[in-house]
């Protein structure tokens, strides 16, 4: 789970950097698009055509564009936003799928749930200050990016005992690749070749974090794997100051603070059923 943290960590660090250079959809297209490949190579062979086996079809495509909905959104953000100040907005996930459980799930949440939802979205207000200019384009796109992963949570839940998750990771990636690539005549700008390598991590980091997650939740409970995503706020603290000098503000701080604690009072009072997938913001 750690692993996993720390590799998209790096495919938001490198999202970030490229953006500045080339159009976000373009970084998103690769991003998919290095992905499936590693897919094929790596698991074809071995799955043939139970890689392409679902009882969802439906499911997988609306969940895979909710996916690359959120990556979309994040990429964004971060092409406008320190790293730091994005991953806290988008840690607001897991309080969208307890309030979206509610009411597609039929859940029903304690008191003390909801205090802790409407704790973490004050702890938002900290951050983005909607007095301020920050409450704009960008900070909208942070919230976004949380609002397309807590659908695509709540739908993950809604088949994931009867779908194998490679197949469902391999729908991921197929489909974010196929849509990205129709749309690749309208903002493709052919790479730099030093940033060639650069395109080619985006795609190892997403796919080789997806896998270890995988693996991680054949291991153990999300009940305790889920607070261990929030570790990748300080890897987007950490790589924002060496990356891009950039260093949340004391509201920031302050915000960050709220958001994951009521974060984990949510997921560590929560009672998943055997390998749910924990709710943490993944690309």
């Known amino acids: ?26 970084v998103v297209w690769c991003r998919y698009s290095v992905h499936t490949l590693l897919m094929l190579v790596l698991l074809a062979p071995r ?14 495509l609306v969940r895979a564009v909710l996916l690359m909905g959120s990556t979309l959104c994040n990429f964004g953000a971060l092409s406008f936003l320190p790293m730091a100040d994005v991953k806290a907005i988008t840690f607001i996930s897991p309080l969208l799928v307890t309030l979206l459980a509610v009411w597609l799930l039929r859940e029903e949440v304690r008191w003390d749930r909801w205090v802790a939802v ?10 983005v200050r909607p007095s301020s200019a920050m409450l704009q384009l960008p900070a909208l796109l942070a919230i976004g990016t949380a609002l397309c992963y807590s659908l ?23 489909v974010g690749c196929v849509l990205m690539t129709l749309a690749a005549p309208l903002f493709w ?29 054949e291991l153990e409970n999300a009940s305790f794997l889920s607070p261990l995503g929030y570790t990748q706020l300080l890897w987007a603290i950490l790589f924002g100051f060496l990356v891009f000098g950039d260093l949340p503000d004391l509201h920031a701080f302050v915000g960050m603070a709220i958001i994951v604690a009521s974060g984990l009072y949510v997921a560590l009072g929560h009672r998943p059923k055997p390998r749910e997938e924990p709710d943490t913001a993944i690309e």
């Open 47 to 60: 799955m043939g055509m139970r890689l392409l086996r679902t009882g969802q079809p439906g499911g997988q």
């Open 152 to 174: 695509y949570q709540i739908l993950t839940r809604k088949f994931s005992d009867t779908e194998n998750p490679l197949t469902t990771l391999f729908y991921t990636a197929v």
């Open 118 to 127: 409407a704790v973490g979205f004050f702890g938002v207000l900290f951050i």
């Open 189 to 217: 700008r052919t790479p730099e070749l030093r940033h060639v390598p650069l395109f080619m991590l985006l795609g190892v980091a997403g796919g080789f974090g997806h896998y270890m997650l995988i693996k991680a939740m």
């Open 1 to 26: 789970m750690m692993v996993m943290v720390l590799c998209f960590s790096v495919l938001e660090t490198v999202g970030k950097y490229l953006s500045r250079s080339y159009p976000v959809p373009m």
